[in-house]
């Protein structure tokens, strides 16, 4: 089982940045897969971005493509979300998950259902 601790949540304003951190512990070695996702109030939850374990390589929502950046620089090391030119919509609970699964390579990054260990969430709040 992997446990994951996301941080670094917090308020900006339009255009501000913010960095999100999640740390894994456990046996993280059988992780294909890091996801970020987020829930708004009223609204479903929505993968944002995806790191594959093997090859570094990188998905985003359509939403947050060019603004936001996912980095690992291995298995062990912590996973960020760098949060750029945020917008109000962006606002929202985000949650770092670890999948074992090959979702990362199969064009399924933003499906929950792939994921089997998450975090507890940090808040992201985007006033004007």
């Known amino acids: 089982q992997v446990q994951l601790v996301e941080s670094g949540g917090g308020s900006a304003q339009v255009g501000g940045s913010l960095r999100l951190s999640c740390v894994a512990s456990?046996?993280?070695?059988?992780?294909?897969?890091m996801g970020w996702f987020r829930r708004a109030p009223g609204k479903e939850r929505e993968g944002v971005a995806a790191?594959?374990?093997?090859?570094?390589?990188?998905y985003y929502a359509d939403s947050v493509k060019g603004r936001f950046t996912i980095s690992q620089e291995n298995e062990k090391s912590p996973v960020y979300l760098q949060l750029d030119k945020l917008k109000p919509e962006d606002t929202a609970m985000y949650y770092c998950?670890?999948?074992?699964?090959?979702?990362?390579?199969?064009?399924?990054?933003?499906?929950?259902?792939?994921?089997?260990?998450w975090g507890q969430g940090t808040q992201v709040t985007v006033s004007s």
């Open positions: 456990g046996y993280i070695y059988s992780n294909n897969c």
């Open positions: 790191i594959g374990s093997r090859g570094g390589s990188t």
């Open positions: 998950a670890a999948s074992r699964t090959l979702a990362c390579l199969v064009g399924r990054w933003s499906e929950a259902d792939e994921y089997d260990s």
